[in-house]
């Protein structure tokens, strides 16, 4: 059973979520809730009465048993899908105290830590998760993209390696690998990086846009254009990927040239 928020971990799983550990009374209230819940996003000024089911469901296991780690996941999960991470953290601590060895509990408790700008705590309850369950890169791949967000491109570069070193071919690791050694200024790592991850998915626009971004870096514009044409091709609602075309359409050779010599480089002919 996936308890992740939408829009949070669940983008990230790369393998079915093992089922929980539960309590007596912990698998009536999680079961129970979980039953009312939408499988997508709703809009807050549109909440469906499932939404108020579940939480009168969860209303009420919670008053019979007010310290139920499932009917306070349970609860936490339905605020997280609400957009209400402050209060679904609340709810998320105390399930975490009843049920610690929980991997998808921390994880989502992560999520809405992160959603709440307390990063050090998100990170911590990743590297709980990690721990949890070594076999699954979800916990590293979370902590690179978070760490990235922070600007911390050594530290998301090492939990990209992390996760690779469990799945080598897991294609979100490659191309957060390739986005931190290009941020790292180690562009022909970020190069081969981007280039594995179009082996494992040759009609990925973001792995092919990350290519040409990393290809322009290098000064190989020719290469960058293609690449980053080829990621408009296949999605051509990319907004970035089309601004960076544009821009390195509009380099002209001279200014170029002039470029590199101010970075000390030597002047070279655009292909």
Known sequence: MILLGAGGVAAWRESSARPMRRWAFGAVALAGGLAYLPLENTRTDR???NWNQAAAFYDKALNESPRSPAAHLGMG????QLHRPQDAVVHYRIAVEGWPDNADLRLNFAVALAEVGDNQSALDQLDAAAGLRVTDPTAHLLA????LKQSRPGDAWKAYEQALAIQPANLNALMGSGAALTELRRLD???EKYRLALTVDSRNAEAHAGLGRTLAASRRLAEAIQELEQALLLDPNDQDARNDLSGRRNYSTESTNDLAVRQGFE???QV
């Not at 999960?77 to 997280?80: D, N, V, Y």
């Not at 690179?144 to 760490?147: D, H, K, R």
């Open 47 to 49: 909440i469906p009465r």
């Open 77 to 80: 999960t339905l605020l997280t």
């Open 144 to 147: 690179g993209s978070l760490l």
């Open 189 to 191: 790592e970020a190069i």
């Open 267 to 269: 002047p070279w002919v």
